[in-house]
């Protein structure tokens, strides 16, 4: 009777299985990217967010690293560790170029990623224990600036949707565009709801 080699997924007993470990590493990545929308002050505040998409992929790496050192002695080619080790290293470095250099983030993908970011600040502004009227009354005011630039962001993606961008695609220098009189007085409505 013929033993066949260990495959990737059965490995011998004592050495661990690469479709097994990349299988946890993708799960909580998976898992860590859901998660990081559980502190948002309202679910439909959890617009998609590139930015959180590449911290999670960043983390992952960082995990890969953390993961195999630990686990160094659980699998067997030394070249394959020092490629998959090397792999995450690079991995991580060009996530957190993404994340920093925002390079892929255009109007609408920054509106999504600045609505569950605000949604935190509203979270945390309501529900903290704070017991000073001076601290209260700062957070109170960032809690209508946000509710009032969420609704906005809102409104402005719909438009964007709708009828498409307004600039050539080129940033406006030392100078914010403004919202139309009608989206504002929309955004103002919704936030005194």
């Known amino acids: 009777m013929s033993h066949a080699a260990p495959s990737d997924t059965h490995q011998a007993k004592g050495h661990g299985s690469w479709t097994t470990f990349f299988a946890m590493i993708a799960t909580s990545m998976v898992t860590m990217f859901v998660m990081t929308y559980f502190n948002s002050w309202q679910v439909d505040h959890d617009f998609f967010s590139q930015t959180r998409m590449w911290m999670a992929l960043m983390m992952g790496m ?64 309501a529900r903290a224990n704070i017991s ?19 609704e906005e962001m809102k409104l402005l993606i719909a438009d964007i949707d709708k009828n498409g961008e307004l600039g050539d695609g080129q940033p406006i220098p030392a100078r914010t565009t403004d919202l139309t009189p009608e989206l504002m ?3 103002q409505q919704a936030a005194a709801r």
């Open 185 to 187: 007085a929309e955004a």
């Open 62 to 125: 960082a995990m890969i690293v953390v993961m195999l050192g630990f686990m160094w002695g659980m699998y067997r080619s030394t070249t394959t560790k020092l490629l998959v080790m090397g792999g995450a290293l690079l991995g991580g470095a060009v996530f957190l170029y993404l994340v920093r250099s925002q390079d892929t983030v255009n109007d609408e993908a920054w509106m999504k990623a600045m609505i569950p970011h605000h949604s935190i600040a509203v979270l945390t502004s």
């Open 132 to 150: 000073d009227p001076r601290v209260r009354k700062l957070a109170d005011g960032i809690i209508r600036a946000q509710v009032k630039e969420i």
